[in-house]
């Protein structure tokens, strides 16, 4: 089993009848999955997503793969297809069209409306190529197919990249729900037929490698559901993704069985409800929809609410409710349905938003007390079957961390698969599939990309360690003014300082130490501002420190008056 | 069912013979657990504990409990009960002994033992009384009966305090392993006992009332560490916590009965060993144990670590291991074993560890994929043990969040207790028991007291708010120099930043603005430090937010010479 070291150095040039594999985001994270496919000068790009930012990245909206690798070569991209349309798969596309905007996109009918949408909110018109299932189509040398696959958004794509290089099948998100709620398989017959074919390099999602077993099917839900319609005689309030459409038009179904009305909540929420009814992904019937406004008109035994927030995000309405601080307030007896995963890292703000809404008295059901979700992503099970059944010749874990990537690695080599045919890359790895051999040959720079407000990339990795060092210890910034004509210093050091915690009495202790020592310096003919400011650093660093067993940022400020 | 509102003022005095229970910890949170009993005048504590900051507290070492409720009191005090010797009931005692360092201190051996050790630390010599299960022992008027309960540290218990006012059991941490590994039960006999005498007021752990069914016996843990030990040929990293003796005792066993030998790395893991070891709760055979630098000497196969860091602490010996920033490195076939529950909020530590540690080839046996760990809290079924055996005439649940203490509650009401005798309680919430009824009757402050460095309290809600910002957004602070006679600038203003990711060069932009409304101040004879202050915000503030939609801390200077 191969897998990177980090001494791996720029790659050698790509052979002329070999294929390049560069993921720049999406392997060892969940998140910002995009993955660059060469061929003979010309690039296929699948996906471009962002990965949303940890504590590590505080302030930081959005985290991008990196363009670098393929500034240069813009023009030499034949198309960008998109296999679904969730944020961690299309939300960089908008920042990529920027560097250029015709790239044609491709992908399913709903995945580019939902794309669509989005582009239009940052004003871009994009060239888009349409395209579905079982459908077959040339990029310049690039001859894709498209394979439906399900999972936890309608119309998702596989796809099958041809070259004369070989053929590689990329599954996008999958699962393999055996009796999915619109009737749309997982391909698993055209895996075969690839496999048949002889498929050279597979990738394929590793989000579950390590969850034995098979995901439940989505409309195993239902009863849970309904359980919580019948049982509910109060409000009902259901958070979960806005993209989620087959969750949604359960709750939906139920709302319509129990006499209830339904409001929608959320701006993401409301805008993608209503592009999937009018592509039909979503069946609202007759008057069940209502506009929040109109919830307080009804009995609370009649109104659901269908809102963002499944993962406490700070801003959103049910985080506000948890708060008492939303138009709607929550009430003994009102009942929560979180009907969504808890993405790893929400732990603690979802926490805070269950214990916010049952302090209130509300009762919370979700994941944990109940089944009201199931993954999007496939089990070990399920991997299995598609390992036996495409059969490849290499196998490239992909959509995972690093621990997902070692257990799919593991599954391959259960199936079948000699070790050496089975590359476990990084993002910015590149792998090389020549002559039926996938070999990881080199890597380039795959930095995270910080988009904070409105601008990209100006927010380092310098900032980031600013930030955690300001978040945790707060500053003190010392000003001396400093006469250049004769060197001595004017009046006395003035301390400004936010967030050390240190009651500004206490000062008065350091700064005559402060300006003794720099009287002194000036004395002694010392003037230099990068020698006042070091004086000034160390002495009130070590009495911090001494009395305080802290380490504030410490920024001394030289003006020369 | 009655449960505080935001609305409660301060208590009314406490009757002659009533008895009034104010948790100053612990209740809406699992930490910093402290309990004050208040009779005739007097107070009897029970625990005394410390939190651990989430990430709203950044930069916190520690969140104590508020004294200000006993800090006029504190020679009322007859003592201070600590039921086990976790930090969340010993950890604020140090702080407490500051004020008044005679508080007689009454525990079981080991808990006094292990607090001692801190205390020594702390340069602190306690004066402590030594009780075991069974016995019963007056304080002033607080006549305490104490009982054995079984929790994932030994030598726990449980406490009856009995006054004129009334009989009341408080249960400490526990859960009812049936056949715990040191055969000492929990005495749910004498809560029986106590029930049929007449308990007025239970007080019971909340921890797993969430959870139905059982905790998992201790010792059914074995076969998934023996079988770690089984299938490993290379060294072995355990990783829990340095308290859990019953837990090392399990992993010393499989040791020694597959001829390893094994070193104890981190502070507190050698230290609490060795205390463990000297007191016969811990038992070591014969040449077992060796140090750590011994370990290189041996064959891989034959060494094992037994570690703290099981919460992916950033400076720990495994956090280390992952980011191979340790003498120990990781190879290609060691095992770690994370024989520890995993506290919520570190859900991103150790998930990080995990993955560094299976990146550089490592096997990591967790509470996710094998049974290495079983609860020290009593889940729902162990808990409708205890109140269909007390049977109390009043309920208060204790130790747990919201969603805890209200599921705790229902437990209770499902028992066949009136839902207007189970109070569900704040911290700060006062509960007088009078005359067999307990009754929420007001609240006295609770605030959250942090420990940030060697200091207590100096770190206010403000000054987290501060750290939140600057960690979140960085400072930009603008120097300007005004000459106090002509009330005119000097040179130009000066921008120091931090954490802001605005490239430097951009401020050129803005300075020769912020320069021209200042002079423009200046003519018009506005020489105010806090008009101008205000103009430089509002001014670098207007331009960061038009440029950047961002919104760092701003820090105007006036520097008058």
């Not at 979700?366 to 993954?375: E, I, Q, T």
């Not at 010749?393 to 259960?414: C, D, Q, T």
Request: aromatic content about 4%.
């Amino acid at each position: 089993m191969s897998h990177p070291h980090p001494e791996l150095g720029p790659p050698p040039p790509l052979a002329k009848d070999a294929l390049r594999v560069v993921a720049l985001g999406g392997l060892g994270e969940i998140g910002r999955n995009m993955t660059v496919f060469e061929y003979n000068g010309k690039l296929l790009i699948v996906d471009c997503g962002v990965l949303f930012p940890e504590e590590e990245q505080p302030g930081v909206d959005l985290i991008l793969p990196d363009f670098d690798y393929i500034r240069d070569r813009l023009d030499d991209i034949e198309a960008l297809v998109l296999t679904h349309g969730h944020e961690d798969h299309i939300g960089a596309v908008p920042f990529l069209l920027r560097e250029r905007a015709d790239i044609p996109l491709v992908g399913s009918r709903l995945t580019l409306a939902l794309l669509s949408a989005k582009l239009g909110e940052h004003r871009i018109k994009p060239t888009t190529v349409q395209v579905e299932e079982g459908e077959r189509r040339s990029f310049g040398e690039f001859d894709l197919e498209f394979l439906s696959v399900n999972h936890s958004i309608p119309d998702s794509l596989a796809v099958a990249i041809r070259t004369p290089a070989g053929l590689l099948l990329h599954t996008g998100d999958f699962k393999m729900d055996q009796l999915p709620l619109d009737g749309r398989l997982t391909d698993l017959a055209g895996f075969a037929r690839l496999g048949d074919e002889g498929v050279d390099l597979l990738l394929a999602d590793s989000t579950n490698a390590e969850v034995p077993g098979f995901v439940t099917s989505e409309r195993d839900i239902a009863p849970a559901i309904d359980e919580v319609f019948a049982q509910s005689n109060q409000r009902i309030i259901v958070a979960c993704f806005a993209s989620h459409i087959h969750r949604v038009q359960q709750v939906l179904d139920s709302a319509k069985a129990h006499g209830r009305k339904v409001a929608f909540v959320g701006r993401s929420m409301v805008r993608n409800m209503n592009i999937a009814r009018d592509l039909g992904y979503l069946t609202i019937p007759g008057d069940l929809l209502v506009d929040v406004k109109q919830l307080d008109d009804l009995p609370p035994g009649e109104a659901v609410l269908v809102s963002t927030g499944s993962q406490g995000e700070p801003m959103s309405a049910l985080t506000r409710m948890a708060n008492r601080d939303h138009q709607i307030r929550i009430e003994e007896g009102d009942t929560v349905l979180l009907a969504s995963s808890l993405i790893p890292g929400n732990e603690n703000s979802v926490n805070r938003v269950i214990n916010g809404l049952i302090r209130w008295g509300a009762k919370v059901v979700h994941k944990g007390n109940a089944l009201v979700h199931v993954s999007g992503h496939a089990s070990a099970g399920e991997l299995m079957y598609v390992h036996n059944m495409v059969r490849p010749r290499n196998f490239m874990p992909v959509h995972g961390e690093w621990r997902h990537m070692r257990a799919h690695a593991k599954i391959a080599a259960l199936a079948g698969l000699d070790e050496d045919r089975i590359c476990i890359a990084e993002d910015g790895v590149v792998v090389d599939l020549h002559r039926g051999r996938a070999r990881i040959t080199g890597a380039v720079p795959a930095r995270y990309v910080y988009v904070d407000g409105s601008s990209v990339g100006d927010v380092t990795e310098s900032a980031l360690k600013d930030r955690r060092i300001l978040g945790e210890e707060g500053f003190i910034s010392v000003v001396v003014a400093v006469d250049t004509a004769s060197g001595k210093i004017v009046g006395e050091p003035e301390i400004h300082t936010r967030g050390a915690g240190i009651d500004p009495d206490a000062y008065d202790e350091i700064v005559p130490k402060l300006q003794d020592s720099l009287e002194r310096a000036a004395a002694d003919g010392i003037a230099d501002p990068v020698q006042l400011r070091q004086l000034v650093r160390r002495g009130i660093g070590r009495w911090v420190n001494e009395n305080y067993r802290r380490r504030p940022m410490i920024v001394p400020v030289i003006v020369e008056v």
